[in-house]
């Protein structure tokens, strides 16, 4: 990819409600209540003779009717009887009802329930080791009801036909056909709980960075290049021999770093609203780019090919095209109401992703002028993005400290497929691959705990967290090329570095650079 270079200038360097019970044993068909009596032991009076006067009560029209209507046998709620006892009390005698069931009409309370009652799943943001007590507490109870040749799906109390067993299997060839029985474990068992490091694999110093939680100063090239901006120098870090070198020093704050796809090229996002792009291997600047607002800081951009695409505080977006002199392709003003703090664009390079300090995420397609589709669903700012590198449609999207979700959504219908409560402010989003589980999800979290939580996709199971992974909420991460170790920042002025995942699959075969260097980066060291 060629590139157009500027003047060569001097570089600086459903739930069931209760029932209540009526007093009244059955509803009489008839217009009125029947009379309830009840004996009371009384003290004997003079007169030992009583006289019951007999008033027989003609039935109404609407009672009649009722009585011949066939909604008359139809039972609408379990009989329940009333069982009159006598507590005796100091002076007088007090009647008190208790409730009992029928002997001959079941209640509809005990047949209703399965073997097992089902307790409700862990909440998204509970610890891995509640997940594996409620996971362990299901298959134990599985393992009791095949052991007793139990069905788990069935009914206690069964009130039709047992079905027909099964024939036996025919051996037609006469080699003994042998039937392997074999229980089934619950679906839930199958994502466990995994070990995740507690402890970071190497920490870094880096003295100077700006607590600033709308900023994204890190990014990780394919080339195993870390580039870091501490205050107004820039500085890269070489994973693969430990190696740290200068780059340069701005006139003002460094708002956004992001490498080109090949790692030749990075760009550097600036408080002016200014964006250069550098060669790292000449150490040289190759153009500044300016966009329609040059006094608004850039937040964030992002690489597609030979487009830079780049959103300020203002909320505009412009597209800028490196190949050619006049950079500003396509100039978007108001995206959003208000800074347009995360930005990615999709590997393909056919949809982008923004998310604004107004809460809104919002979904282009690369050539249009207006978002195809607009979210609302988060509550705070959304800085974290995230595409899915095995579903190209698969996009994640993290709120900050007053919505603390992250959302899935279809990029090709709008649908949002799920949502995960992590109980903690996103400050960032990385998709990777576990042998245990499969796909996953991390997120860097801020307050209250600082933490790293690993989710497992798409049964939303937190596998993995690290509490207290920094002193202070974690601002930036980035991946590893190998996908394999993550990157953290923090306002502790720390760089650390979590073994997270494992290769995936199709590069098995291959060695991650990092464990190739690991015995030489083990001891503590600063990036100045």
Not at 196 to 220: H, K
Request: with cysteine.
């Amino acid at each position: 990819m060629s590139l157009y270079l500027d003047t060569p200038k001097s570089t600086t360097s459903h739930r069931h409600g209760s029932t209540k019970c009526n007093a009244d044993p059955l509803p009489s068909p008839f217009g009125r209540k029947p009379l309830l009596t009840t004996s009371v032991n009384r003290p004997a009076t003079a007169s030992p003779h009583k006289r019951v006067a007999f008033n027989p009560v003609s039935p109404t029209p609407q009672a009649a009717k009722s009585l011949l209507s066939p909604k008359f046998d139809v039972v609408k709620s379990d009989w329940l009887s009333e069982q009159a006892t006598r507590t005796c009390s100091p002076g007088r005698r007090r009647l008190v009802r208790t409730l009992t069931a029928d002997r001959f009409i079941p209640s509809r309370a005990l047949t209703a329930h399965r073997l097992h009652d089902d307790a409700p799943a862990p909440a998204a943001s509970a610890s891995p080791e509640t997940y594996i007590r409620a996971q362990t507490s299901k298959y134990y109870k599985s393992s009791v009801a095949v052991a007793c040749g139990l069905d788990m799906n069935q009914r206690i109390l069964q009130f039709q036909p047992a079905p027909p067993e099964r024939k036996p299997t025919i051996d037609l060839l006469g080699r003994g056909v042998q039937t392997v029985t074999r229980t089934l474990k619950p679906s839930i068992v199958a994502a466990r709980a995994r070990k995740v490091p507690t402890s970071p694999e190497r920490v870094l110093d880096a003295p100077g960075i700006v607590d600033d939680f709308y900023l994204n100063l890190l990014s990780w090239s394919p080339q195993n290049l870390l580039s870091i901006a501490l205050e107004l120098s820039i500085y890269i870090w070489n994973a693969s021999t430990g190696h740290v070198g200068f780059l340069t020093e701005t006139d003002v704050l460094v708002s956004s770093l992001r490498w080109l796809d090949d790692g030749c090229y990075l760009s550097i996002g600036k408080e002016n609203g200014s964006l250069e792009v550098w060669d790292i291997e000449s150490n040289s600047k190759l153009r500044t780019m300016k966009g329609s607002d040059d006094l608004t800081r850039l937040l964030s951009h992002c690489w597609s090919s030979h487009l830079i695409t780049s959103g300020s505080r203002a909320g505009n977006i412009v597209h800028h095209d490196v190949r050619v002199l006049q950079h500003a392709v396509q100039t978007i003003t108001n995206a959003h109401k208000a800074e347009v703090c995360g930005l990615e664009w999709r590997a393909d390079g056919m949809q982008f992703a923004l998310g604004g300090n107004d809460n809104v995420v919002h979904l282009w397609d690369a050539r249009a002028a207006v978002p195809r589709f607009s979210k609302t669903a988060h509550n705070a700012a959304v800085k974290a993005l995230a595409w899915c590198p095995t579903q190209t449609s698969l996009l994640a999207t993290g709120g900050g400290s007053t919505d603390k979700y992250i959302h899935f959504w279809n990029t090709t219908t709008g649908a949002r497929v799920n949502s995960i409560d992590t109980g903690s402010q996103i400050s960032s989003l990385k998709w990777g691959y576990s042998y245990g589980t499969g796909q996953e999800i991390m997120a860097t979290h801020g307050y209250p705990d600082n933490s790293i939580g690993v989710y497992s996709y798409p049964t939303l199971q937190k596998t993995g967290e690290i509490v207290r992974a920094h002193d202070s909420r974690i601002l930036h991460s980035a991946l590893s090329p190998d996908g394999t170790t993550v990157a953290t920042t923090s306002g502790d002025e720390n760089l650390k570095f979590w073994k997270v995942w494992d290769l995936p699959k199709a590069r098995v075969g291959g060695e991650s650079t990092l464990a190739e260097n690991d015995k030489q980066m083990r001891k503590v060291m600063t990036i100045r």
